[in-house]
């Protein structure tokens, strides 16, 4: 049985659905973007994925290094069946720090231990079920001192043992805790947020560049910077639309660090060479183009929403982390109006728009570029929704960016442009049709396509270009019936989409029903048998992070301006739902909403009072605040009705809202 090795010193991220061909020629030169150097781990594990015949680590009797059963690449750890059988690493800490430790594991029987031990202490195990296939296990968060002792261990059970790809991860800075009156949703979440962690990597670790499944060991070795997996399980770097994707659960878990310099390593290879496009995936360098999607600057892997979507998010990460890197930064600030301008005019040439621009495909393969992310329809697409409405939102972002830097002139420009291309969607591009006869996209000699198209049916609702009405229900619910139908995606990942989509709708019992779906198929082999279970995808665990904060909780940040919006969005029989150490900027705060008629609020730790904005679903022309009446504004956002009740929440403060 062979498998692939990704990284020398990382665990194996799952494959996403936009697998490109991989390349059939030599090396192409590529270029780098710049990047600050980064400081050694401070916790390095030896030999992790014991390529190195297992250097570093103590074999006890009956172990050893093997080349028969590897997770990936070539060698592997193993234990025979049997007592008092034991492989372990002892690490030394150089600082103080907390980390996460994950390693690939199968096994031929129950009762096998996966320990760690400071100084000789356990401080997390874990027995092991009986699995032959691979399983990647995490222990932690547990906090270390310069001198304490690291022992990972790997101990044996009634049947044998293979370890293989053993990683350290930094402990996210923010620990967010759910309670709730449904046990599901606690549940749910402690495993998406301890699995999104276990991705996050170690600045300062060395491994290997450019590897895939032709190049296991890639082409050399390079120092990691901050990043996290967003991608494929046998591939040393992330992708833009992983990255995408990830990046509100990133914040969730205050990966600011992580989300600014991924943004900002894509931002710089998006440059006139590339016609503006950024590369479709980085090294976790930070530096350099993953080299099976990248064959030289006219040859490489690019889809027209991903481009869109990076702006959308870099304006998001502002919101969440408060860094006036965002606005400040030229490499940044250039990727927004590159995308915006440049790359819209020059990929605007295959359909007459009037006087709105829509950035277009080729209708060839994804080498070429793609107008959707759906890259397995065989359509021709020039236009498609998911790139439009991508396009929509990034026309947004970059208006509020421009406010935020004091740019009026620009972000005025920017919000008419949003205008008018929702206006042109809705009254001519999408056509007349309702359901499964909204257009939904544009082949390359003129034809509109209408049905189900995947992401370029489900982007539509989910970028809110599609105005509100009975025209968007409809389309909610055919987009509901084709995903539940015959047309439903093979792979979790594309499912990770839906929650989205329903969430952003208000419809949190279609939203949930889906959440629930996806977790309830994380022990399931995923579709890529390279990948192992579902649940190690890592977009599974990042946005059901997201999902549940952002969507269940109706969170939406704004650092900059020490402003905290909130919306209940509970499914049917939630009662109540809490996240503490929730971050915002420089802030934590502990949120809980009962039902959608009660929100509490406390501001934890800060440094300056916050506006808190809470906002319920209908009209209410009055509201309590602690206890005490006093008059809710009432305010349409999007066709739905909310009232509103803004009060400033100083550090230490709890206040209630609540309307009736």
């Known amino acids: 049985m062979t498998r692939t090795r990704l ?33 050694p781990a401070g916790l390095t594990v030896a030999d992790p994925g014991f390529e190195k015949g297992g250097t570093g680590w103590e074999f006890g009797p009956g172990t050893g290094v093997a080349s028969n059963y590897p997770h990936a690449g070539e060698r592997l750890a193993y234990l025979d069946a049997g007592s008092g059988r034991k492989v372990s690493q002892t690490v030394t800490a150089t600082g103080h720090g907390s980390y996460l430790v994950s390693a690939w594991i199968a096994t031929g029987g129950p009762g096998g231990r996966y320990v760690l031990r400071i100084d000789g202490v356990p401080v997390a195990e874990r027995t092991l079920p009986a699995g032959a296939g691979y399983r990647r296990h995490t222990l932690g968060r547990i906090t270390l001192a310069p001198g304490d002792r690291l022992e990972i261990a790997f101990e044996s059970g009634q049947g044998w043992v293979n370890v293989d790809d053993v990683m350290v991860s930094p402990a996210s800075p923010a620990d967010p805790r759910v309670t709730s009156s449904d046990p599901e949703v606690v549940e ?253 996209g544009y082949t ?36 509901e019936a084709q995903a539940e139908g015959a047309g439903r995606p093979d792979n979790i990942e594309a499912l990770t989409y839906l929650p989205d989509t329903f969430l952003t709708d208000n419809r949190a019992d279609t939203a949930w029903k889906w959440m629930r779906r996806i977790y309830a198929q994380k022990d399931v082999q995923h579709v890529n048998a390279a990948q192992g279970t579902n649940g190690d995808y890592p977009e599974v665990s990042f946005t059901l992070v997201a999902q549940t904060v952002q969507g269940l909780m109706g969170v939406t940040p704004d650092a900059p301006a020490r402003t905290l919006a909130t919306q209940p969005r509970l499914p049917s029989g939630m009662e109540w739902l809490s996240v503490e150490d929730l971050r915002v900027g420089d802030s934590a705060f502990t949120l809980r909403h009962d039902a959608d008629r009660r929100s509490t609020l406390t501001h934890t730790t800060g440094t300056g009072a916050y506006t808190w904005v809470a906002r319920f679903p209908g009209a209410h022309a009055r509201a309590l605040v602690d206890g005490v009446a006093r008059p809710a504004r009432t305010e349409v956002v999007d066709g739905v009705t909310y009232t509103t009740v803004r009060t400033l929440v100083a550090p230490g403060r709890t206040v209630t809202v609540e309307v009736r």
Do not use: C
């Open 444 to 479: 390359t000699d003129g034809r509109a396509l209408t049905g189900w198209g995947k992401e370029n049916s489900w982007f539509m609702p989910m970028k809110r270009i599609i105005d509100p009405g009975a025209r968007r229900e409809a389309y909610l619910d055919y987009v």
């Open 188 to 440: 749910m979440f402690d495993w998406a947020k301890h699995k999104a962690n276990s991705w996050v990597h170690l600045p300062g670790t060395q491994g290997p560049l450019d590897a895939d499944e032709r190049r296991t060991g890639g082409t050399g070795t390079g120092v990691y910077g901050p990043s996290y997996w967003a991608g494929y399980a046998n591939r040393s770097g992330y992708y833009s639309r992983d990255t995408a994707h990830q990046l509100t659960g990133a914040g969730v878990l205050g990966l600011h660090t992580e989300n600014k310099e991924m943004l900002r390593a894509f931002a710089a290879t998006a440059t006139a060479e590339h016609a503006y496009y950024p590369v479709w995936a980085l090294n976790f360098d930070n530096r350099s183009p993953l080299a099976i999607d990248y064959r030289g600057p006219d040859l490489f892997v690019r889809e027209v929403p991903a481009p869109f979507e990076l702006v959308q998010k870099a304006e998001e990460a502002y919101r969440w982390s408060g860094d006036p890197a965002y606005l400040d930064d030229p490499v940044l600030w250039g990727f927004y109006r590159h995308t915006t301008e440049e790359f819209v005019a020059l990929h605007d040439g295959l359909r007459d728009n009037g006087r709105v621009r829509v950035a277009e495909g080729t209708g060839h393969g994804i080498f070429q570029g793609t107008a959707s992310y759906n890259e397995q329809s065989g359509e021709p697409l020039a236009e498609a929704g998911d790139a439009i409405g991508s396009q929509y939102q990034a026309y947004r972002a970059m208006a509020s960016l421009a406010r935020a830097k004091g740019d009026t002139a620009t972000a005025a420009r920017f919000e008419h442009r949003a205008r008018a291309l929702r206006t042109y969607f809705n009254t001519t591009w999408s056509g007349a049709g309702s359901g499964a006869d909204m257009v939904r």
């Open 7 to 39: 990284s020398l010193l990382s665990a194996v991220a799952l494959l996403t659905t936009l697998a490109p061909l991989a390349p059939a020629h030599a090396e192409p030169a590529r270029p780098a973007a710049p990047a600050a150097p980064t400081a």
